[in-house]
């Protein structure tokens, strides 16, 4: 990870045959929209005939060797950076849940919109501005922040945080779950594993390994491209290979 430059988008969309046109055809117009946001461009694909719409894509991105962040460079001492809340999947089983049902929930219509509206937001937004801050802040030090990068998508934040600590032979704390509002009581009801890390996201944020001398200066960067910027953890020492929730993990509502 950590390549800004995208050179080309191959797409596969998925088309259910009774899919009206007019909806086919303003989700290549978001798929592309999200693409020019992106500095690059859809230049080929592939579109098959699919029971449920679909739409996605692979990139091709180049850059210098030492702008490349991989899973297996934390070290000692960094502080763990998410530049998005926690949640996503609960947000979207609530926007399933039939209206008749939704008074054994708990909460009013508002807090429904707005659970639902931050979790489009935080799915629509793209990982490339958490990125921008970083070198950002890189440049402003003039020194190397990030020692670490993943995302935070299907495994939940403790399953990626393992990842990284597995490729970086670390020790990882999970110290503090920042999530949508309302999501860490939804998901006991619904059965997701929210609170014990494993909540699965879509398009979740940046987790950035980063040198805790300079976590002001990325998180100021951070908060210039309107990405959030939570401290969740920290790399205790090497050699376990593992990553942890905190026993009084902290979990806060956004």
Excluded at 53 to 79: C, M, N, Q, S, Y
Excluded at 135 to 157: C, H, P, Q, S, Y
């Amino acid at each position: 990870m950590g390549l800004l430059d995208i050179i080309g988008v191959l797409a596969i969309v998925g088309i259910p045959e009774k899919l009206p046109i007019p909806i086919v055809r303003e989700m290549l117009k978001g798929f592309q929209d999200f693409c020019r946001e992106n500095k690059t461009s859809i230049v080929g694909g592939h579109t098959i005939l699919n029971p449920w719409p679909l739409i996605g894509g692979a990139v091709t991105g180049v850059g210098r060797e030492e702008e490349v962040l991989t899973k297996g460079g934390a070290k000692e001492g960094d502080v763990l950076i998410l530049t998005k809340p926690l949640g996503t999947q609960t947000a979207m089983a609530l926007n399933r849940i039939p209206e008749e049902f939704e008074n054994l929930l708990n909460i009013t219509t508002e807090e429904k919109n707005y659970i639902v509206n931050r979790a489009i937001e935080i799915m629509t937004t793209s990982n490339r501005y958490g990125l921008l801050a970083l070198r950002k802040a890189e440049e402003r030090v003039g020194d190397k922040i990030g020692n670490a990068l993943t995302d935070i998508t299907g495994f939940g934040i403790l399953g990626h945080s393992n990842e990284m600590a597995k490729n970086s032979n670390v020790l990882i704390e999970i110290t503090t779950l920042p999530c949508i509002r309302k999501t860490p009581e939804l998901s006991k009801m619904f059965g997701h594993a929210l609170l014990e890390g494993y909540g699965a996201e879509t398009a979740g944020g940046l987790l950035i390994s980063a040198k805790k001398e300079y976590k002001d200066d990325l998180i100021d960067e951070l908060e210039k491209y309107k990405c959030y910027s939570f401290e969740v953890g920290r790399v205790l020492k090497k050699g376990e290979g593992k990553a942890v929730l905190s026993k009084d993990v902290k979990v806060i509502e956004v």
